[in-house]
């Protein structure tokens, strides 16, 4: 079993910038590949961003060039760094632990609220 709690959520205004946190408890972290992902109202939760135990990281084309995700497995925490959001960013924002090969997630956090205003 995996706990995790994000963080970092909030509002801003189109082309500002956040960071999202995801702190995990209860499994060895350097050894868990992990995932964001997001939910608008209304659609379903897609896949944002990852990064694998080796830190290879992959991203949703709809923010490539704009999102980085990290990782500290000293802080047990994995980040996501969204710069110039835009309104259509707007989603709760949960962490996940995912399956290495093919990013299926396995446990997830209670999400993070998103909102950017234009």
Do not use: H
Not at 5 to 20: C, I, K, N, T, Y
């Amino acid at each position: 079993q995996v706990q995790l709690v994000e963080s970092g959520g909030g509002l801003v205004q189109a082309g500002g910038s956040l960071r999202l946190s995801c702190a995990a408890s209860g499994r060895t972290f350097s050894n868990l590949s992990m995932g964001w992902f997001r939910q608008a109202p209304g659609k379903e939760r897609d896949f944002v961003a990852a990064i694998r135990w080796s830190s290879s990281t992959y991203y949703a084309d709809s923010v490539k060039g704009r999102f980085t995700i990290s990782r500290d497995n000293a802080k047990n925490t994995v980040y996501l760094q969204m710069n110039s959001l835009k309104p259509e960013d707007t989603a709760v924002y949960y962490c996940a632990t995912i399956l290495w090969n093919n990013f299926t997630p396995r446990y997830w956090g209670q999400g993070t609220q998103v909102t950017v205003s234009s």
